[in-house]
């Protein structure tokens, strides 16, 4: 069921506002754009108020100016008509072309641009009776109704009063010559325009917040609606456990592959397993190719078995391993000397199995810093453990 009005009341997030913008939904202010477009045309007839004043004189005489010729023809006169006002169109069309540009100016500056079709796609839920009643009296129907019934009694109001205080000098254009009347004409409606282009600058202030306004209150989104988009934007929990499985599985695939090309494993016997690796001048110290623990170290060691890869069963080691060194990255400094140590005892055996011979040498002890060593961290002071298994390989 669709979240009620009531119910929406946090702020619209970022992903929302972008998404009206894309249907269309913009904060824009119609009566920014009437003043803008208005104030726009009075400026330009300011400053072109004495080419247009020769203009109008010269129009008017020339209207004015007929013979007996033209009189007994109508067709003639009709002739006359189109070219003043193909006269008048030269000055009138640039004039109003300007006050469009300027209004749409004002609306980029508004609400921005944005180009879309979706507005002019067919919206069959608009021909419901009960939802257009809704939209009627709503209350941004409402409030837009209100303040456009405000500015035109603001605008009768003051035009009005505006004539009342002028009347006399509107009445004394009649008994002036034309040239003079229309100056005085000009200089009486040029007051007139800008006072109201005042009163339609007051409402634009108001109304370019409003509209952003009531834009986000409609914008609004309930507990539900947030948390859909939530889920929406993180993904599906259970799918995304699933790809963090997958690639676990895939990285494990990718680590127990290099198990046999390992020069040895160290293990503690039952809870971890590091395979290690070195190669004389191309690695600056031994590498860590893979490591686990429990089940995965069980695996490890199976595989080592198998590619007849060594195993050192060095408790101390195998855990400060597990824990200080990652998967392919060098081993920390301070367990150098124990890792060298192992390997050189890897080498040796190596040669002597290649040699036919056994080993005489038994499996080294390496020594740990006590500190890199989990299990010292968990238990302090405590003394190293005297059942703990010794050091012991297997080939």
């Not at 894309?22 to 726009?40: E, I």
């Not at 193909?86 to 944005?114: D, I, K, Y």
């Not at 890792?339 to 040699?355: D, F, I, K, S």
């Amino acid at each position: 069921m669709a979240d009620s009005a009531q119910d929406r009341k946090l702020p619209a997030s970022r992903r929302k506002i972008e998404k009206a913008r894309a249907d269309g939904q913009v904060a824009r202010s119609r009566d920014l754009g009437h003043f803008t477009a208005v104030t726009g045309g009075v400026a330009l007839l300011l400053a072109l108020a004495p080419e247009l004043s020769d203009w109008m004189t010269r129009l008017l005489a020339t209207g004015l100016r007929f013979d007996r010729s033209q009189v007994n023809h109508p067709e003639a006169m009709v002739e006359r008509l189109l070219v003043l006002t193909q006269q008048m169109s030269a000055v009138l069309v640039p004039l109003f072309a300007t006050m469009v540009v300027v209004a749409l100016a004002s609306s980029l500056l508004s609400g921005g641009w944005n180009f879309t079709f979706k507005p002019l796609l067919p919206d069959f839920t608009k021909l419901d009776p009960l939802s257009g009643l809704g939209r009627v009296f709503s209350g941004q129907q409402l409030t837009t109704t209100l303040k456009a019934c405000l500015l035109a009694l603001v605008l009768g109001g003051v035009g009005t009063a505006y004539l009342v205080v002028r009347w006399n000098r509107h009445a004394e254009l009649l008994a002036m010559p034309l040239p003079a009347a229309l100056a005085a004409g000009g200089a009486l409606l040029q007051d007139g325009l800008l006072l109201l282009c005042g009163v339609l600058a007051a409402f634009a202030l108001v109304d370019v917040p409003l509209q952003r306004e009531l834009l986000m209150r409609r914008l609004r989104m309930s507990v539900e609606e947030m948390k859909k988009e939530f889920k929406e934007q993180e993904g599906n929990a259970e799918m995304k456990g699933a790809m963090r499985r997958r690639m676990r599985e895939m990285a494990n695939k990718r680590m127990m592959a290099q198990v046999p090309l390992a020069d040895l494993v160290v293990m503690n016997p039952t809870h971890y397993a590091v395979a290690l690796k070195y190669e004389d001048g191309k690695m600056a110290a031994p590498k860590v190719v893979a490591k686990g623990a429990d089940l995965m170290a069980m695996k490890i060691r199976d595989l080592a078995r198998e590619a007849k890869v060594p195993v050192l069963q060095a408790p101390a080691l195998a855990r400060a391993l597990y824990a200080h060194a990652e998967v392919d990255q060098e081993i920390p400094a301070r367990l150098f000397g124990a890792v060298a140590q192992v390997l050189a005892w890897v080498y040796q055996l190596r040669e002597a199995m290649a040699a036919g011979r056994a080993v005489k040498d038994q499996a080294p002890t390496p020594e740990v810093p006590a500190d890199l060593d989990p299990h010292n961290q968990l238990k302090p002071g405590n003394p190293p453990d005297p059942a703990a298994p010794s050091a012991g390989a297997e080939a």
